[in-house]
């Protein structure tokens, strides 16, 4: 079991940047990649961003392309999201998680962190 810490977010105006990071602790060495996820009122958790632990491979959704940036530490086991060129849609909870070495989905998940983009 990997137990995940989001931190990092707040309140930020429009076009503002947020950095999230996500502290990640117990079984680590069974983690294979990492993502963030958001949820926003009244809408279905989507996927964020991915990466890899090894190699640092990412993959971004479209709405997020080029203005978020996945990274990672590997020495600090910590995960984090830079977000640039905020929009209010981007205000939901975000929540990191873990994808073990031969899992098929993300297994464990933090308790989120909120992001509010005012207009």
């Known amino acids: 079991q990997v137990q995940l810490v989001e931190s990092g977010g707040g309140l930020v105006q429009a076009g503002g940047s947020l950095r999230l990071s996500c502290a990640a602790s117990g079984r680590t060495f069974s983690s294979y990649a990492m993502g963030w996820f958001r949820q926003a009122p009244g809408k279905e958790r989507e996927f964020v961003a991915t990466i890899t632990w090894i190699g640092g491979s990412t993959a971004y959704a479209g709405s997020v392309k080029g203005r978020f940036t996945i990274s990672r530490d590997n020495a600090k086991n910590t995960v984090y999201l830079q977000m640039n060129s905020l929009k209010p849609e981007d205000t939901a909870i975000y929540y990191c998680?873990?994808?073990?070495?031969?899992?098929?989905?993300?297994?464990?998940w933090g308790q989120g962190t909120q992001v509010t983009v005012s207009s």
């Open positions: 998680a873990n994808r073990r070495v031969f899992g098929r989905s993300y297994d464990d």
